[in-house]
């Protein structure tokens, strides 16, 4: 039933020890706050609040329903109360108290971040700080990077920094807005750096999306890296630079590079026990688009123009300038392996050779050179590039192939340009230190391709095939060109651009061959045919195709073995097995040119020229 509300007043003790009527209202004069009462509950129940002073009081509060305290509790995100003397302490702030996070993420925008701001502090906030997550910020605007940032691993105080970009689009402002993952030393392998999804636009073509420098155990994945949006410039994705150390293990997996010059730049630099290899890399289900015609979108380069192999090259200072007065060449150098036995030159005048020292003007260092390599490119070893698919723009690249490649495996490609285009696969720099790698083909030939994807930009001087496994046999791809020439090597001439022993053209066709002791060897094919085939130029017996220096034949007329002398002219087959033999009247009766037969009446060969019977003077018999 209705009652009317009762209103009453008094102090916070009268209110405290009060009990009051059922739905009772009574004001605090003092802490101006509103009391309800049951008729039961002394003090009654608050309705107007009054506010926290600390935020010690929201999370301390009993009454889950003033929300704050509570719901970071339940989220277990963990707040800190600081002395009023730390300088993190900043009660005038208007509108609050400050907070500290205490968490393992980082949110640019929890420290001030705003749509379009530069995102290099923020960057640089996470990676000096305790927090091993960073999350970019989300949204319909894009962070800019004003700036190159450089994270050093070696401040890092947590074992793993993760970049979690999912939705986070970084958009570039300057040529030198680089973010660059280097290590000062040449320490262990921690922190590990791994990066998730996200996009980076580059702003021009000298641009580098990520400088991963001196680092080991790097890892990107879902990463896009765009050139621009529109393809309105070209730079480069992911640089993998070795400078005064070895940048290894480093991990691109489910990668996009778009509308840029190199998609992956191996690059040596050589400094102070410089690193010559990028070992384990893994480049795998990477998609490429675009490129520049002339460039190699998974390019190596250096900065080494020649290596001086010398003992204790440290001996030389960096930067010098040294002389060889045998050749009267000159350089400036630039560093030394980590073995130190080889120095890094560049900015070279001359030729150097072994004939003579090698002065250093400030060092005084003097060394005569055993070996000079010009120029010295860097080993991409033991690693796996795989399952990669490019649409590629007219005269580009698909990769670069020298330096030393041992063990690396080049696998599972998918290649398309437009019609009237031409694309490539391999750019040869014709400069190896160590072994090829082992390279399966793309089908290139099929049909609808052959004709704007070409396997080779360039000259080579020697190529590793990987023959390609199908569910019914094994490929071997034509090479025009000598494979290295291993012990058990197998591999298939084309013939004309490789003619192993000269038993290819002129002199035969393609063919299997093995690498045995010191030479190829040709797979020996049985042939067989109609003994009017043999005679006949335009019988497949007789082309290219099948013929050569060598080949063996079954006539299956006359069940006898034939072997080619040459590769040309039809009457070139000439039988190894005994002709059949009877008097001359027993002759046979429909002879086919070429066909012998010994004749016992005139106890001697003879051969069926077409018309007549002869005998090996030529005389009619």
Known sequence: MAKELQYRRGTSAMLD?????????????????????????????????????????????????????????????????????????????????????????????????????DIAPYIE????????????????????????????????TTFAKRFHLDGCFIQQTSDTACIVLESGTAGPSIPKVQVYGGDTILFSDASIGWDVMDIRRTEFHKHTVWGSLINASQGTAWRLHNKNAYTERTKLIDCEARYVRHAVNFHMAGGEDGGLSFARTYITNMTLSGGVSGYSLIAITTEVEASLA??????????????????????????????????????????????????????????????VITP???????????????????????????GGMRGTRIANLGFEASPGTTAYVFKHLNNWTFVRPQIELPDIFRAGYSGNIA????????????????????RLFPSDFTPDTLEGTISMADGVGWNPGSVGTP?????????IGTNWRRFMMLLQAAAADFSNDAALINTASQKH???????????RMRIATGASAASSWAYL??????????????????????????AKPIWWSGSVWKDAAGTNV
């Open 507 to 515: 002199d035969g066709a393609k063919g299997i061959f093995a690498y």
């Open 17 to 117: 020890s009060a009990v009051g009527a059922f739905a009772e209202v009574q004001v605090d004069v003092q802490s101006k706050e509103l009391r309800v009462f049951d008729g039961e509950t002394p003090g009654g129940f608050p309705i107007g609040r009054k506010p926290f002073l600390t935020a010690r009081g929201m999370l301390d509060s009993p009454e889950g329903s003033r929300g704050l305290g509570a719901a970071w509790e339940a989220g277990e995100d963990k707040y800190t109360e600081v002395a009023a003397d730390d300088p993190d302490y900043d009660v005038e702030k208007t509108g609050g108290i400050r907070l500290i996070n205490r968490s393992d993420v980082y949110q640019p925008i929890a420290f001030g971040w705003t749509d379009g701001d």
């Open 549 to 559: 220096l060598g080949a063996m034949a079954l006539d299956t007329t006359f069940s």
């Open 577 to 602: 097995s005994s002709p059949p033999f009877g008097v001359t009247a027993s002759r046979p009766a429909s002879p086919v040119v070429g066909e012998h037969y010994y004749d016992q009446t005139l």
């Open 125 to 156: 906030q996470f990676w000096a700080g305790r927090w091993t997550i960073f999350v970019g910020p989300q949204g319909n605007s894009y962070p800019t990077l004003t700036r190159r940032v450089e994270l050093d691993t070696d401040d890092v």
């Open 455 to 474: 396997l080779n930009y360039n000259a080579r001087t020697s190529k590793s095939n990987w023959a390609a496994h199908f569910w019914d046999g094994l």
């Open 376 to 402: 010295r490119l860097p080993n991409v070893y033991d690693s796996r590039i795989v399952g990669i698919t490019a649409n590629m723009n007219d005269g580009v690249i698909f990769m670069d192939l020298g």
């Open 310 to 371: 010398v003992a204790a090259a440290n001996d030389y200072t960096i930067g010098e300038v040294i002389t060889q007065a045998s050749s009267g060449a000159t350089a400036v150098v630039s560093g030394w392996p980590e073995g130190r036995d080889t120095l890094f030159v560049r900015n070279i005048v001359g030729t150097f050779g072994t004939g003579g020292p090698v002065v250093g003007a400030t060092s005084a260092a003097s060394k005569t050179p055993s070996n």
